[in-house]
Every structure is written in C-alpha cells, then in structure tokens.
C-alpha cells in the first residue's frame, strides 16, 4: 500500500514508519519544514498545503494522522488548552478538506483519538459504546473526532483510535516516571484508585497494522490493553520490574500545586477502558498484563 503518515517525528510514528516499510509499503510522511526526499510532503497544519503540495496527496491507498501537541507538557494555561485543542481540529480539518479535493482520495483514514474521551470515570468499565465524560479533554476528543469523522464523505473508512497511556522507555509517560523510581522516591499518586488504561508502544503500532488491514475495522476503537490497573497496582509493578521500593506516595494537593488542572486529568483522574472491539475482530495482544508489559518494555 501507499500510505501517508502526520506526525510521523512522534514516539508513534517514528516506531510505527520503519515497521510499514519493512512489511513492503510505499511510506511518506507529512513534514513541517521543507522536504529533505523524495517520500516527504510539506504542510501546516492551520494553512494547509501550497499548490504543488496539494497534486502530491493523489493517489494513497490509506492516511494514518498522528499529529497533534503533547497534553502532558506543561500546565494548562488559556494558550495551551487552544493549542491542543487547535493542533487537533484544525490540524485534523486542514488534512481532510485537502484529501477530499484529491481525485483519488485514500481508501482509508486512520487518526489518533485518546481514551481522554471518556474523561474521569472511577472504575466503570469502559467500551467503545459508551458515552463521553465531561470536562477539557472529552470536549477536545469530540471535536477530534468529529472532524476525523468527516473523511467519510470521500468514501474512506474512518478509523478513530482511542489511544490509552502508550508504555515506552523513549518517550511518553513511562520515560517520566522512570527517574524517580530508579532513585528509589517512586509512590503511590493520590488516592491510587484511579485507573490507568496502558497500551504497550509495540502493541499500539501492531493494532495500527491490523487496522490498516482490517476492512471490517471502523468508528471508534479503544487503544488499550485489555487489563487496565489502578495506579497503586501500577506502581507496585513497575517498583517490582526496577527492584526499587515504592514507599513514596505522591499527595493529590502536591500534584494540583504543580500542574494544577493538567494533573487533575492525566495524574489524579483516570478511566477504565476496554478494547472491545479489538478482542472481538480477533486482536492478539503482545502484552496483556502490566508486569509482563513493564519487563518487555524496559528490558528491550
């Protein structure tokens, strides 16, 4: 397949490109500053694409759009809330109006959504059928998802992968947490009840593969493997794969002081999501439980 990655220079695409390429597709990436070869296709993501960047979006078999900025990095000032949530809309909105000028649109669009969707839920047992919560990011991830949505009117397969908590030791937050926990100052955050639904970053580019070569695979599908934890579960697991005590705890006025509205919604919320529709289209995971996943990951 020819296939057209956005954010490619993301902990995601970065792993996922080289995988595509070695399974034999054709693999371009969307690029910000000027294309350095022949497989780079400039763009921005508020003023779309010049003219003869345009012609060069003809004929892909399938688009997988990662782009968007980082939540976790920095508070969430009024300009930062924008733009997350801009890099997300508009970026997604620029993208598809630009593909559906194309005379041979992709088949298929397959783009970044966040399990951030469904918002703080405490232990309800989250599927793809279930509604969205409320606050910051359920509002963004509907709007995302809305503009994702709209590739349809070209005819593609719309694919919205609701992506949980992406384990990895070069990037993301496990890279964050490693620091203090090998210093033996690793703990509990918070209550420690609230949920984390993890993905394995090996996992995540095997479910954009399957995807990919899916046809039946469509709409929204949770990201995550099938056995979220909370995070005192997680803490202890990831303590035990490091040999590290976890005496620790983190208090949830200490978070709420550094990264105020930020660290309410990614560190003291949290939700428990499932990945039905993956395990009903057959989906075989590498790594189905933390301890496994956290001793696959740092020992790679």
Same mark, same amino acid.
């Given at each position: 397949?020819?296939? %057209?990655?956005?954010?490619?220079?993301?902990?995601?695409?970065?792993?996922?490109?080289?995988?595509?390429?070695?399974?034999?597709?054709?693999?371009?990436?969307?690029?910000?500053?000027?294309?350095?070869?022949?497989?780079?296709?400039?763009?921005?993501?508020?003023?779309?694409?010049?003219?003869?960047?345009?012609?060069?979006?003809?004929?892909?078999?399938?688009?997988?759009?990662?782009?968007?900025?980082?939540?976790?990095?920095?508070?969430? !000032?009024?300009?930062?809330?924008?733009?997350?949530?801009?890099?997300?809309? &508009?970026?997604?909105?620029?993208?598809?109006?630009?593909?559906?000028?194309?005379?041979?649109?992709?088949?298929?669009?397959?783009?970044?959504?966040?399990?951030?969707?469904?918002?703080?839920?405490?232990?309800?047992?989250? +599927?793809?059928?279930?509604?969205?919560?409320?606050?910051?990011?359920?509002?963004?991830?509907?709007?995302?998802?809305?503009?994702?949505?709209?590739?349809?009117?070209?005819?593609?397969?719309? &694919?919205?992968?609701?992506?949980?908590?992406?384990?990895?030791?070069?990037?993301?937050?496990?890279?964050?947490?490693? +620091?203090?926990?090998?210093?033996? $100052?690793?703990? &509990? $955050?918070? !209550?420690?009840?609230?949920?984390?639904?993890?993905?394995?970053?090996?996992?995540?580019?095997? &479910?954009?593969?399957?995807? %990919?070569?899916?046809?039946?695979?469509?709409?929204?599908?949770?990201?995550?493997?099938?056995?979220?934890?909370?995070?005192?579960?997680? +803490?202890?697991?990831?303590?035990?794969?490091?040999?590290?005590?976890?005496?620790?705890? $983190?208090?949830?006025?200490?978070?709420?002081? %550094?990264?105020?509205?930020?660290?309410?919604?990614?560190?003291?919320?949290?939700?428990?999501? $499932?990945?039905?529709?993956?395990?009903?289209?057959?989906?075989?995971?590498?790594?189905?439980?933390?301890?496994?996943?956290?001793?696959?990951?740092?020992?790679?």
């Amino acid at each position: 397949m020819k296939i %057209l990655i956005s954010g490619s220079t993301g902990l995601v695409g970065e792993a996922l490109a080289p995988v595509l390429r070695a399974k034999g597709h054709d693999v371009f990436r969307l690029v910000r500053s000027a294309p350095a070869t022949a497989s780079e296709i400039r763009w921005d993501a508020v003023s779309g694409f010049a003219p003869e960047e345009q012609a060069r979006l003809e004929g892909f078999d399938a688009v997988i759009h990662l782009a968007g900025d980082n939540v976790a990095s920095g508070s969430w !000032s009024d300009d930062k809330k924008k733009k997350i949530r801009e890099s997300r809309t &508009v970026g997604t909105k620029v993208l598809v109006d630009a593909l559906r000028k194309c005379t041979a649109p992709p088949k298929a669009f397959i783009s970044a959504s966040a399990t951030g969707f469904y918002g703080n839920r405490g232990d309800e047992i989250l +599927t793809e059928d279930s509604q969205s919560g409320t606050g910051f990011l359920p509002m963004v991830s509907r709007d995302w998802e809305t503009e994702i949505g709209k590739a349809a009117d070209f005819g593609a397969r719309v &694919v919205m992968l609701r992506i949980g908590i992406v384990l990895s030791k070069d990037g993301g937050a496990l890279d964050k947490m490693l +620091t203090p926990f090998k210093m033996g $100052v690793g703990g &509990v $955050v918070g !209550s420690g009840k609230q949920y984390m639904s993890w993905i394995t970053l090996a996992d995540l580019v095997r &479910v954009i593969e399957f995807a %990919l070569d899916n046809e039946g695979m469509k709409g929204p599908v949770n990201v995550t493997a099938p056995n979220p934890v909370t995070n005192e579960v997680f +803490t202890k697991a990831l303590g035990a794969t490091l040999g590290r005590p976890t005496l620790v705890p $983190v208090p949830e006025f200490a978070i709420k002081l %550094l990264y105020g509205e930020m660290g309410e919604a990614l560190v003291l919320g949290g939700n428990r999501v $499932v990945p039905k529709k993956l395990e009903v289209a057959g989906f075989k995971f590498l790594h189905s439980e933390i301890g496994d996943a956290l001793a696959a990951v740092l020992k790679a």
